[in-house]
């Protein structure tokens, strides 16, 4: 058992160093250490504050979760609790969200189930919000997404493909729906448990509070990664290379601990099909992820820190 918790813990960053070095042969040390010195840090700044912005929101939203269970957590636990979680991502892939509910458990006596329920139900307003920017940027870049696979792949292959998509997709609904037993039951109850989750902030008595902060929260994620742009004196970057750019960087984040190593492949990546020179890429990326991923440590740090001193009479 022992050893399959040291596989979770070290495989991951075991994939991240192999990332880290595989990013790095694009681009030399030197030059990426000529582009951190160079780069205008006021942008980078103005990036984080809107990350800053976004970490406060998340913990205010929070409480629209809390308050029908409930609990009334003080607003300073929140915000601590969230960048505890973020600081514990870095290290062991969604262990943060455990530790965030573990610290209201422990600070405000929110029994570990519920906050863990409604930091669960929080992910799946995250997860609609991704979807929406993925649509947002297919009908915005509509003709360039559509360009590109053309270019890159047969038109009769993607028609066949989306063809045997559609039809697989109907069939598994179809047997999901009919399912009483079994692997296919499982699916049927989490389908309905997130559709349970969703229909549920529609709800709650502050919905439209909740709402307008997941909204929020969503688009400082997005000035985050456009304020930070100017930074690299020169790059000019298109309304549709910083949506795919973001959304690359986020899927990213969510596949390995905060991105280490993928970040800037995926970003760099997203950012050359607008024709922006690899090497330029590269080292935007590793700017933005250095940036968020100090942020983290930096006030995540504090917040671990400075739980047991703000609730030292408890």
Known sequence: MKIKKIVKIVLPLAIGAFLVWYSLSDISLKILGTYFKEANYSFILLGLFFGVLSHLSRAYRWKFMLAPLGFKPKFTNSVLAVLVGYLVNLAIPRAGEVSRALVLTNYEEVPFEKGFGTIVAERIADLIMMLLVVLITLFVQFDFIYNLLISNFNPLKISIALAILGIGSYMLTSLVKKAKSGFLLKIKTFVSGLIEGVTSIFKMKNKWAFIFHTVFIWSMYIAMFWATIPAIDG??????????????GGFSIAATNGGVGLYPIAVASALALFDIPAETATAFGWIMWTAQTAMIVVFGGFA???????????
């Open 235 to 248: 790059l000019n970057v298109p309304l549709g290379g910083i949506l795919i750019g973001f959304i690359a």
């Open 304 to 314: 671990f820190l400075f739980l047991p001193i703000f609730n030292k009479n408890k």
